[in-house]
């Protein structure tokens, strides 16, 4: 099979159904530790640190030089920034952001705020998956679609353990909670698969643009949510093991 954009959606898919199996742990393992959680999520950090560089950044400036890119990731990280002040949305340590004053977010029921942040976070890394695939460079998407995937299993338990501890329902609604929320991450992969198939003059402006969403949801929000309960040291290692890692799967899957 190599019609990029199947394999665009066979890869939101496989990162989805990693996101599903990182957040039904919840059923089987209820209560892990706080630095354990974080430990996770810096390596979570890790991996799209090194997949931003290793398989966006770097191979969208040999295809369309530095400039592109560069447009590229600073659109990337003001759309998230934009995006942050424009939609209601809440994290469970940092707490409510966005016009969450507004009557329609009143309306919202606090769960929902909580999946909205959470598939905001999602979002650029089913982009991520669909541009690479888009692209026809089978071998930097497959990096890709591991380094999301393997990041979604921490990153989705972690969602379930919060939706827990915040009283939004049992242990089942938890893991549904962060199933849904990882979803998003299908269509968004076909949507960028579909953007560089048919005009392979954005590639290396998408790329960036991937690269970017990512870069500013783990130093807007990741680092930081992990460094607020004083577990900064394992979060930091967390996060060396998880880019270590995803450097060496970029070597050995070339």
């Known amino acids: 099979m190599s019609n990029p954009l199947i394999l665009a959606l066979l890869g ?48 969208g400036i040999e295809f369309g030089g530095l400039v592109p890119v560069v447009v590229g990731i600073l659109l990337g990280a003001a759309m998230m920034d934009v995006v942050d002040q424009i939609i209601p949305h809440e994290h469970i340590i940092k707490g409510k952001e966005g016009p969450v004053d507004s009557d329609w977010a009143k309306r919202l029921r606090g769960v929902w705020l909580f999946i909205i942040a959470i598939t905001l976070h999602n979002m650029p890394e089913g982009l991520a998956v669909g541009v690479t695939f888009g692209s026809g460079h089978i071998h930097e998407a497959v990096k890709v679609m591991l380094a999301i995937g393997l990041q979604n299993i921490p990153e989705g338990l972690a969602v379930s353990l919060a939706a827990v501890s915040v009283g939004y329902g049992s242990a089942f609604y938890a893991a549904y909670t962060g199933i849904r929320a990882g979803l998003v991450e299908i269509p968004l992969a076909l949507i960028g698969a579909v953007a560089v198939y048919y005009a392979k003059a954005i590639l290396p402006y998408a790329m960036g643009f991937a690269a970017g969403a990512m870069l500013y949801v783990v130093s807007d929000e990741i680092i930081p949510e992990t460094h607020r309960k004083g577990h900064e040291r394992p979060a930091t290692w967390g996060f060396m093991i998880g880019f270590i890692i995803m450097l060496i799967l970029d070597v050995l899957l070339g």
Do not use: R
């Open 12 to 59: 939101g898919t496989f990162t989805s159904f990693l996101n599903l199996i990182g957040a039904s742990l919840i059923l089987v393992w209820k209560n892990p530790s706080q630095q354990f959680m974080d430990s996770a999520l810096g390596f979570s950090a890790g991996v799209m640190v090194a997949a931003s560089f290793t398989s966006l950044i770097m191979p």
